[in-house]
């Protein structure tokens, strides 16, 4: 296990050596979708920050919990508990059930991840199959004092837990601070104080989505879910927590004080943001409509695109910039990346197809360790794709015979390739799979000329094809349908 990883704290605001609470088990919670609407790119590129986060761990040897939640329940489209409830108001519009949405919207978000190439996490757990656990934690922090019911709903108790606790500290602000910046409570005086939030809503009449409680029917308030699942399957405390940036202010703060108030620890160890994808400067959203869904930017069907990119372009595009930085999304960009990443593929081939000298030239080793180095400050993928190529400029180098390379440093140029490109970064080949559908095609397409032949009885044009696949290691079964073939070689 490495010992050199480094992480960037939100809670400390410093870099840190990582030293997991229980090593060599990590547990990572990071919040998962809303499944109301698809997931647009911003959030895939949130999940595939931390898809390269679970992968680097895992590949230091880590046994790696990695939870990703499914929030399906309890959320409001107001950022203060009021307005509607969003499955609701998606289940009136597209006249579904809202547990219809919930399903529509869970499989299309798990088949964009798998296009992604992001690796399943080990737990997935979502809000509606934890109801008693989050009831069983507003119960708790009711008796600590921190919570109160008001007309079958309840509010957790901001201003009486900053008393014990720093709420603030997340985004490091004081009470005043935040007191100022909020507004009145104009018609929720059940709140006593303006930046209490609820734990748990009372329902109405129309409500679809309740559930019975000790307050009454009604739903969990958004924020408890995720203290409540990352408890049950992390522990009270667990090594990390994260999320993009946007819900730090909020939503990772209130988690902080519902941990605490429940069972008086710091849930988390590693808090870990990531930055936003921005079009033209502003933060890519579901509200702001700015959103590209994934499939627009596979087939180039949207006004602001070109034309469309392949999943791991996109992919690549988004390792080309640190998590904690913002990436705008632009035409220029992606071209940018798509050459990149092909010229990143093709040099994945050409080294296939190298051979090893009696002596190296280029130093291999040293390679190596920028590649370490960079993942281990922060997960750098920006610095880690410019030593790559630089491990390219070397590929190619021995393949024009300007530099010579011997069989062990081969071997690790090989190794290095396939764990950093495949493994970590998490891309794969498509230009591979295109050109063996290709090949698959057009091998097929020959078939079908043969049968022809046969048909008209021109034996000689359909033994000479059959005769010339054979020998570029075709090799073809005749059925009783059509026929069969593999490449043997
Ligand atoms: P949501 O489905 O809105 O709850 O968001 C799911 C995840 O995507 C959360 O971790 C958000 O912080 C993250 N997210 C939302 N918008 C963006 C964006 N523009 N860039 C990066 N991450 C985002
Ligand atoms: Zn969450």
């Known amino acids: 296990m490495d010992k050199n990883l480094i992480i960037y704290n939100t809670l400390t605001r410093k870099k840190e050596v990582f030293e997991p ?37 895992l590949h230091l040897g880590y046994k790696v919990r990695y939870v990703r939640n499914i929030t399906d329940a309890g959320h409001l489209e107001g950022d203060r508990d009021e307005g509607e409830d969003k499955f609701a108001k998606k289940a009136k519009l597209e006249q579904l059930e809202p547990m219809e949405i919930v399903q529509k919207y869970t499989l299309s978000f798990h088949e964009i ?61 004081k009470l005043e601070d935040l007191l100022e910046g909020t507004r009145d409570l104009s018609g929720q005086d059940e709140k006593k104080g303006r930046l209490d939030f609820a734990l748990w809503i009372k329902s109405k009449p129309e409500t679809l989505m309740k559930w019975p409680s000790p307050w009454g029917w009604g739903f969990p308030g958004w924020h408890i879910e995720c203290s409540a699942m990352s408890t049950k399957y992390l522990g009270e405390q667990f090594d990390i927590h994260g999320g993009g940036m946007d ?7 209130n988690e902080i004080a519902q941990s605490q108030a429940c069972s008086n620890t710091a849930p988390v160890k590693y808090w870990m943001h990531t930055n936003m994808l921005t079009v033209n400067g502003t933060r890519m959203s579901k509200s702001a409509g ?61 080294l296939n197809k190298l051979t090893s000298a009696h002596e190296s030239t280029v130093n291999i ?36 015979s300007k530099e010579m390379i011997n069989l ?36 097929d397409l020959i078939l ?42």
């Open 21 to 57: 609470l229980n090593p060599p088990f990590v547990g990572i919670y990071v919040c998962g979708p809303t499944v109301y609407s698809d997931v647009h790119l911003g959030n895939c590129r949130t999940f595939i920050s931390f898809d390269l986060i679970y992968r680097y761990l």
């Open 113 to 173: 991840m798998s296009i992604f190439n992001t690796l399943p996490p080990s737990i997935e757990p979502t809000a509606i199959g934890h109801i008693s656990e989050q009831i069983e934690m507003i119960k708790e922090i009711i008796k600590n004092g921190y919570a109160y019911e008001k007309d079958g709903a309840v509010y957790f108790d901001v201003e009486k837990y900053s008393k014990a606790h720093p709420y603030g500290q997340l985004t490091n602000r």
């Open 247 to 253: 819900l730090q202010a909020t939503h990772h703060t």
């Open 290 to 350: 700015n959103g590209f869904l994934p499939g627009e930017l596979f087939t180039g069907n949207h006004p602001l695109l070109e034309r469309g990119y392949s999943p791991m372009v996109i992919r690549f595009f988004m390792a080309q910039s640190h998590y904690r930085s913002t990436l705008d999304f632009s035409n220029e960009a992606l071209q940018g990346a798509e050459k990149g990443f092909y010229k990143l593929m093709k040099a994945g081939e050409t």
């Open 365 to 400: 080793k040293e390679l190596e360790e920028n590649c370490y180095k960079a993942m281990n400050d922060d997960f750098n993928s920006p610095i880690l794709v410019s030593h790559l190529f630089e491990a390219v400029r070397i590929i190619n180098l021995v393949n024009d």
């Open 408 to 443: 062990e440093d081969l071997e690790r140029l090989k190794k290095l390739f396939k764990v950093f490109v495949f493994d970590i970064l998490g891309l794969k080949d498509d230009l591979a799979k295109e050109s063996s559908d290709l090949t698959g095609n057009l091998i």
């Open 448 to 489: 079908n000329l043969r049968l022809d032949a046969k048909k008209n009885k021109d034996f000689a044009t359909s033994d000479k094809i059959r005769n010339h696949l054979t020998d570029m290691g075709v090799v073809i079964k005749d059925t009783k349908d059509g026929f069969e073939w593999e490449i043997t070689n």
